[in-house]
């Protein structure tokens, strides 16, 4: 990040105060606050974040006008179409893309950590059958800094090392048991032979009775899937990630989480929302009433797969996704599935509709996620956690960026207090209501 030449003045109760600017390597200048306070006695507000940078980050970078999201520099079709989810990985969490060398190195470095702790598997008998697998993931995965005591040091680059390999390795093998937990089937350890969504798949779908053999349209298929999902500068469970670890909290504690916001309909756990919209609307004929659902302000209801903080054009993420969803689909002979002929058929309505043109509402990643997820047979309570392992080593890059950066402090937003002001205490016999 270069100083700019430019500055900002701020004017206020008959006084100016200069704020300097930064330029960015790409994306708008930003106007430097962090003096403000001790300067003029006053603060932003900004609910929400919508206009404040509360990071500088070399890692990801959206161009919501354009469409664009770029990983390291990479635009996300290229990736999507040449690389594959581990060397994304590697190129998230050290910058450059691998040589042929180290990215045998590193797949060895992860494969070598797929197992969990064995005593993890009494962990997981603790939860009831029927918890939602990410309720499990929360728990498991904060509960990682319970097993794991020799890569808690933050202050140590090394140990930091350690957690985020750990972290992307058995992610994976913690979402498929709490999958197998939920439906009553024996844990299948990992097989390190495997890629990594090709492991996963077989750790979701074997059994210990019968041989399973992965495809691999469908491993490819994930392992796009993975690498759609693998970053997204500073969204929600991203900025939670952060914040969490601003305090030196353990990065295994951090992701925990990340994960318990990435839960949220209005985040991640958008895709399981969705499909269960499109399940709800059924039939082509009913979608004019969930669009008109969709904007009357008296209703709750949002068209979920819809609409995106940052992306103002499209989601270059959703186009990938509506790709794979026909390879799919055909892959698996699922000729004329409904809620994909209903989802083509609502985007193609809301992509028309002057209240979603005005408000620059697109479908997003999530809107065609769940339909693929469900014709590899996961159930719908799967697709988040299944982003989760993916968005696994965006939040461990992050929060690495975050551990060295010089100018990081503990993360302490200022309020616009509304409440009572002092006032006295009264005794109880002396109240009146
Ligand atoms: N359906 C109908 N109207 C919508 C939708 C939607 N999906 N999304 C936004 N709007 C409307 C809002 O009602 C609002 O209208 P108003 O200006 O008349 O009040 C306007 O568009 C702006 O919406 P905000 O909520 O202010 O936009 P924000 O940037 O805060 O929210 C969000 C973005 C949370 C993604 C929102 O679009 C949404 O709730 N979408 C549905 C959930 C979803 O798909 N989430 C996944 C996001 S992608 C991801 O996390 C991987």
Known sequence: MAESTKSATLTFDGKSIDLPMMSPTAGPDVIDIRKLY??????????????????DSAITFIDGD????LYRGYPIEQLADKSHFLEVCYLLL????????EMVDFEARVTKHTMVHEQM????????RDSHPMATLVGVVGAMSAFYHDSLDISDQWQREVAAIRMIAKLPTIAAMAYKYSVGQPFVYPRNGLDYASNFLHMCFAVPCEDYQVSPTLAKALDRIM??????????????????GS?????????????????????????QACLEMLREIGSLDRIPEFIARAKDKNDPFRLMGFGHRVYRNFDPRAKVMKESADEVLDLMGIHNNPLLQIAKELE??????????????????????????EAMGFPTSMFTPIFALSRTVGWISQWKEMITDPNQKIGRPRQLY??????????????VK
Not at 66 to 69: A, F
Not at 94 to 101: D, F, I, S
Not at 121 to 128: I, V
Not at 350 to 367: C, G, Q, R, S, T
């Open 348 to 373: 193609k309505i809301a992509l028309e509709d002057p209240y979603f043109i005005e408000k620059k509402l697109y479908p997003n990643v999530d809107f065609y996620s769940g339909i693929i997820l």
């Open 66 to 69: 354009k469409g664009e999201l």
């Open 38 to 55: 001790a300067q003029g006695n006053v603060f932003t507000y900004d609910p929400g974040f919508t206009s404040t940078a509360a990071t």
């Open 247 to 271: 305090s030196g909290a353990n990065p295994f504690a951090c992701i925990a989480a990340g994960i318990a916001c990435l839960w949220g309909p209005a985040h991640g756990g958008a895709n």
């Open 121 to 128: 598997h009494y962990f997981f008998r603790g939860f009831r």
């Open 94 to 101: 050290y910058g450059e893309l691998p040589t042929a060398v």
């Open 227 to 244: 690498m759609l999902h693998a970053d997204h500068e500073q969204n929600a469970s991203t900025s939670t990630v952060r914040l969490a």
């Open 418 to 431: 509304i409440g009572k002001t002092t006032r006295n205490y009264v005794d109880v016999a002396d109240r």
